[in-house]
């Protein structure tokens, strides 16, 4: 097998099998702007060796190949943003060797500070992984554990160990006295002066057991709603339930895009009892009252027009253009969507029989305790070994990035005078229902 690096790329075609899918690295979708360069770029930046291309716009990267090679004109999906360019096919992926960097030169994306922990020599001794390296830096074990394929990168100089999430790692578990905060991947960082404590980094690779999804073992009698406005960020929340405890969400419509990027549930009838959560955004009473109980996901209402208008005109993860947000289109989806905001909420609040009302930028803010009275709602137990899952991987690839935003305000005086009185009608009916009522940020000043 003959592969090139990035500056002269070619590719090999492979059957897409279970031992490709669960390639533990970065998984990206753009179904209008894929190409090669990108996906070999992620892939490289999350440190992986290579980069596969499936379906004309799905990006994976791993470490291992282990899945036999395809005739090559099964990889005849050309990359939707890159004519000329294979991008894989149906169960087959074109794979690129990305260009190795050298040690230490490494660019990590999603590698996050876990924290400072006390762990027993009996307990280091056990780790599937260990190294000695005099020079030890954070960026030299992430580099390390990455290339071992394993989530957890944890050291004390000079020692460095690479091993899976487990209830060793809790957030309680912390050293008195660490910050938490993130560091620099290049950084030497200087542990606590005791000799059982050791900083522990979450590295780009996504345990495997974070992936196991099911639907529920014995079918729900009673359901459970996950209603939003459009653009409030209920495909985020489903993948951190999925995430926290291990069964699938499903959906009252069908989102062919959604179930193509892992959300089995979409598929399933959504009263079948077999999800742990069904996605709607209907607001009708009689719509409402077919649930047993909700979680009512609210955002900002201005970020959620603005979401769902970048949806609309650029699919989940792309975003409006300038002249698309001066263009009329603009203007009229918020003079009919703004009212919809506030009338989801109220009725929800009026018709809906048990409610958990969650904050989309609390959950952003406060992830683990957010997360806890979401499963005490679904009377999910949930392990520490599955909220690890969520918090080392939270951002999923069902976000927008918010790097692109438009170069002027789109929402002008007019409108802001028509949305400012909703986010209070809103604010009102929580605090009526005995709710929070939203957030300050919300609040016209």
Not at 41 to 61: M, P
Not at 67 to 86: I, Y
Request: hydrophobic share 30%; glycine share 6%; with cysteine.
């Amino acid at each position: 097998m003959v592969f090139s690096h990035i500056q002269e790329p070619t590719s090999d075609a492979f059957f897409t099998t279970p031992a490709i899918e669960p390639w533990g690295g970065t998984m990206l979708y753009d179904l209008r702007k894929m190409t090669s360069s990108l996906c070999q770029d992620t892939c490289s930046e999350s440190g992986y060796q290579f980069a596969g291309l499936e379906y004309g716009a799905e990006c994976h990267c791993g470490n291992r190949i282990s899945s036999s090679r395809a005739a090559e004109e099964d990889c005849s999906l050309v990359c939707r943003g890159e004519r000329g360019s294979p991008c894989g096919g149906v169960g087959r992926l074109s794979i690129y060797k990305v260009e190795e960097q050298l040690p230490g030169h490494r660019k990590f994306k999603h590698v996050h500070h876990r924290g400072c922990f006390k762990l027993p020599n009996s307990t280091i001794s056990t780790f599937p992984v260990s190294s000695f390296q005099p020079n030890l830096t954070t960026q030299s074990c992430v580099e390390t554990c990455t290339d071992k394929e394993l989530p957890l990168a944890v050291f004390k100089k000079p020692h460095c160990f690479c091993t899976w999430t487990s209830s060793l790692f809790s957030l309680n578990q912390q050293c008195v006295g660490d910050t938490g905060l993130n560091h620099t991947s290049n950084s030497t960082h200087t542990a606590a002066p005791e000799l059982d404590h050791y900083q522990v980094y979450h590295t780009p690779v996504l345990d495997s057991r974070c992936k196991e999804r099911m639907f529920l073992p014995q079918r729900s009698s009673s359901l459970v709603a996950l209603s939003s406005f459009p653009g409030a960020g209920n495909t985020w929340v489903r993948h951190l339930i999925e995430l926290v405890t291990g069964y699938y969400t499903g959906s009252f419509y069908f989102d062919g895009t959604l179930y193509n990027r892992g959300f089995k549930g979409e598929k399933d009838y959504w009263k079948s009892g077999r999800s742990i959560s069904v996605k709607t955004h209907e607001s009708g009473q009689k719509e409402i009252e077919m649930f047993d109980s909700a979680i009512l996901l609210i955002r900002n209402p201005y970020r959620s027009l603005m979401a769902e208008f970048n949806r609309k005109c650029a699919g989940h993860l792309g975003h409006a253009t300038d002249i698309q947000l001066k263009s009329k289109e603009w203007p009229e989806f918020v003079s009919s969507y703004a009212p919809w905001w506030a009338s989801h909420a109220l009725s929800w609040l009026k018709f809906g029989r048990r409610l958990l009302v969650v904050h989309y930028e609390e959950l952003q803010m406060a992830l683990d305790p957010q997360l806890r009275l979401i499963t005490a709602f679904l009377n999910v137990s949930m392990t520490e070994e599955r909220l690890f899952c969520a918090q080392s991987n939270q951002d999923g690839h069902f976000k927008r990035s918010g790097g692109q935003r438009p170069s002027f305000d789109p929402f002008t005086p007019d409108m802001r005078q028509m949305i400012d009185p909703f986010i209070l009608t809103v604010d009102q009916a929580l605090k009526s229902r005995n709710f929070s009522g939203v957030p300050q940020e919300y609040l016209p000043r």
